[in-house]
């Protein structure tokens, strides 16, 4: 009689058991698709579904070039950029921050080789196209690819400029002026947080 009561007892908590770990397992279902559209929006102002196809040239790290391929954008939450990413690295290429002048790796560096996207690995620059622009932030007259770099108006700070961002994942890398050396007259001055060198 006791023993069976017991059973039973452990019946009911088994069952109770098994509920609630079932509606967690719901609950936290339902809290992931509340929370993968909402960051989507938030990251890339576009609508829930699957991220919009680039495209993009691809090239090896001694900066030949490869192909011309059409990807899915790379497109991640804030919490997994910023686990990848540094703070700093974080702030620039995430949320637009600027680093200050002459505090990034790269403003003075003239080794030979490719600069890539530090978020995603797009190819952006080539050390072919860097020059001293005397402004302390890596500057080049080119991208090694138009299709890999996106220009946008940027009205922030009461100024209208052109920011640039990576095409592939939208990282913010810098801006791009019109008071640049030939062959182009452009200056895209670029964050050092937001690249990373391949040396040749
Ligand atoms: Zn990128």
Redesign the pocket.
Known sequence: MFDSELDKDTGAMRRRRFLVVAASAFGGAMLWSLRKPHTLEASANAPAETPKDVTVVQFSDDGKKLKTVHVPK?VKTEDEWKKQLSPNAFDI?RHADTEFAYSGQYWNLHDKGLY???????A?FSSETKFDSGTGWPSFWEPIAKENVTEITDKSLGMSRTAV???????HLGHVFDDGPKPTGLRYCMNSASLKFIKA
């Open positions: 790379i290429t890539r996207c530090i978020c995603c690995d797009n952006l961002s990576c095409t592939l994942c939208d990282a």
